[in-house]
């Protein structure tokens, strides 16, 4: 399978727990981002990656999480001390290129407790 | 602030109808207009996308309709099938020098029942 996945596909977890999750982009791909969809929503910005540097963050990324791409290649989103209103559908998706079309994971689904 | 209004919030057809799901967008920095369909438990798949340059697109049974001057574009599905049924997603970025994001600012989403 050579599209965008993530691990694992769902996490449930206790309010005050940290969770990590992990995203492999289409091996070509320099971009990287991660969404959060809440439901009966779209999905919402959270984070860019280009190769390994985060350029930007959007103001729903709070201080409890955080995301790394080291080397390039898979990227973990982390948040710490959660809370419920963490729970949600957790996005990565890839692109390269002039039009940078973005392809979708599948998703991490979080429930916090 | 939505800046991607999408409307119906949902929509039921019957099988060979042509449902239609109408986005408006207020940022006129934006230039790439994709649809992604979503089925559930699953993330989103690009379908089709279109540029302001042109005011129609076809891909199969997919078509977009777009009016730049109205900041409107429309996904119609011909000849919809039971297989269809599923959330539908405009979407809007804009494009701006290398290095930005150029992230995807999503409308609300439509969900789609096509009945047999």
């Known amino acids: 399978d050579t599209g965008v996945s993530q691990n694992p596909r769902h996490k449930i977890t206790k309010r005050g727990q940290n969770v990590t999750f992990r995203c492999d982009p289409i091996?070509?791909?320099?971009?990287l981002y991660w969404y959060r969809q809440t439901l009966g929503q779209g999905p919402e910005f959270l984070t860019y990656?280009?190769?390994?540097?985060?350029?930007?963050k959007s103001r729903l990324l709070s201080d409890r999480f955080s995301a790394e791409r080291p080397k390039g290649s898979f990227s973990t989103l982390e948040i710490q001390r959660t809370e419920q209103g963490d729970s949600a559908m957790y996005l990565c998706?890839?692109?390269?290129?002039?039009?940078?079309?973005?392809?979708f994971g599948p998703g991490t689904r979080l429930t916090v407790l | 602030q939505q800046q991607v209004k999408q409307s119906p919030q949902s929509l039921i057809v019957q099988k060979g109808g042509i449902p239609i799901i109408n986005c408006a967008y207020e940022?006129?920095?934006?230039?790439?207009f994709p649809w992604y369909q979503q089925f559930p438990g699953k993330g989103p798949a690009l379908l089709i996308a279109?540029?302001?340059?042109?005011s129609e697109k076809k891909e199969g049974r997919f078509t977009i309709s777009f009016n730049k001057s109205a900041k409107q574009f429309s996904l119609h599905i011909m000849d919809s099938q039971p297989g269809d049924s599923a959330t539908y997603f405009c979407?809007?970025?804009?494009?701006?020098?290398?290095?930005?994001?150029?992230?995807?600012?999503f409308g609300s989403g439509t969900q789609l029942t096509v009945l047999p």
């Open positions: 998706a890839s692109s390269f290129g002039q039009y940078n079309e973005q392809f």
């Open positions: 091996s070509e791909h320099n971009r």
């Open positions: 990656f280009q190769n390994e540097a985060q350029l930007e």
């Open positions: 940022n006129t920095a934006f230039d790439y």
């Open positions: 279109i540029r302001p340059d042109v």
């Open positions: 979407a809007a970025r804009t494009t701006v020098s290398s290095g930005s994001a150029r992230q995807l600012t």
